[in-house]
């Protein structure tokens, strides 16, 4: 990382270390939204890291907003940061200024009958935070990216495992406030979705091993520490990989990202995105069974801190895509590409 990037992630993790503790996370999945955290989080400027300038933002890359994404991750954050940054980025990319208030990202297609000249009539689900959005974002079957008003809208509250809200919105003639070409494929919502929650699993991997690490460093049985055991040995070192292997391929996603962003044709980073949620999600099921069998039964408890980490990870794993559909998307390249040509198609 350069040394903006150093400061950057310095910064995300003073504010979160200081902020996020049980008591905040606990009390969030009875009341999800905390108002000073959020405006702490508006104030360092993280919703707009990957706006431009000239927009009152960053004007951050993606490698910025991995930074911004691990850390959430890391620190089980219970606010749309990710999404909010997401939301600002695509307006952004197509030429439109990012309203006030808190986005609400529509993660599927908004198909062509829904429109009615300047209203958007349709049911989305699994929006996240979508209660407290003021406005809403979604891109259309022609990549089309539309800014929608409240007005008209209603919400059904639902939450995922970790009981983060995924509510169920209703369109009723909400009114477009803004619309714009992106330049995006009409998908790009769930890829880049996909990608930031690559770096969310990535973070909150190496939380798990933290306290995992912490745990048996300090807990003895039969007169040693449970570190010095072969068998808890195994399973630090295997969280480990794991950890590193979605760290390391969610970064290099945004690295492909920001060198050859999505395109409808061509070599683009879609291959590279893919690939780091397929790995993401298919981490999570060893890296939360290895995590809670280390701390044994007290990790199971909700008293204790890990539960917070890994249901958002079993959570995450599916949001977006799961492994399969991702898989299967490599599994086509590969087909399509052939024995003699996937090689060079991976490294061009």
Wanted: hydrophobic share 45%.
């Amino acid at each position: 990382m350069n040394e903006a990037q150093t400061i950057l992630e310095d910064s995300i993790s003073r504010l979160f270390a200081d902020s996020v503790d049980r008591e905040l996370l606990a009390r969030m999945e009875h009341e999800p939204w905390d108002a000073g955290l959020w405006e702490a989080c508006v104030e360092l400027g993280l919703p707009q890291v990957m706006v431009s300038e000239s927009r009152d933002g960053m004007g951050g890359s993606w490698v910025e907003g991995f930074i911004v994404a691990r850390a959430c991750g890391r620190y089980a954050v219970p606010l749309p940061v990710v999404e909010q940054m997401l939301a600002g980025h695509l307006a952004d990319h197509a030429g439109l200024a990012v309203p006030e208030g808190v986005a609400g990202l529509l993660p599927e297609i908004i198909p062509g009958s829904a429109i009615a000249g300047s209203t958007v009539s349709m049911t989305q689900r699994r929006v996240p935070w979508g209660r407290r959005a003021d406005w809403f974002l979604g891109l259309g079957a022609d990549g089309e990216l539309l800014i929608i008003g409240k007005d008209g809208s209603r919400c059904e509250a639902e939450t995922n495992l970790a009981r983060e809200p995924r509510d169920q919105v209703v369109l009723q003639a909400s009114p477009i406030l803004a619309r714009g070409a992106s330049g995006l494929p009409a998908e790009a919502v769930r890829w880049l979705g996909a990608l930031l929650r690559s770096a969310q699993i990535a973070g909150a991997a190496a939380a798990c091993l933290e306290m995992s690490v912490k745990y048996t460093s300090d807990r003895e049985q039969f007169g040693r520490k449970l570190s010095q055991f072969q068998a808890i040995q195994h399973h630090l070192a295997e969280i480990a990989g794991q950890m590193a292997a979605v760290d390391t391929m969610a970064l290099e996603a945004c690295v492909a990202l920001d060198q050859r962003g999505l395109a409808a044709t061509g070599r683009d980073a879609r291959f590279e995105l893919a690939a780091a949620k397929c790995r993401a999600s298919e981490a999570v099921e060893p890296l939360t069974r290895l995590s809670h069998q280390v701390h044994g039964a007290i990790g199971f408890t909700y008293e204790y801190d890990l539960q917070f980490l890994t249901r958002r990870l079993w959570s995450w794993r599916a949001e977006f895509g799961a492994h399969g559909e991702w898989g299967e998307y490599l599994g086509s390249i590969a087909q399509r590409e052939g024995g003699d040509g996937i090689w060079a198609y991976m490294t061009a």
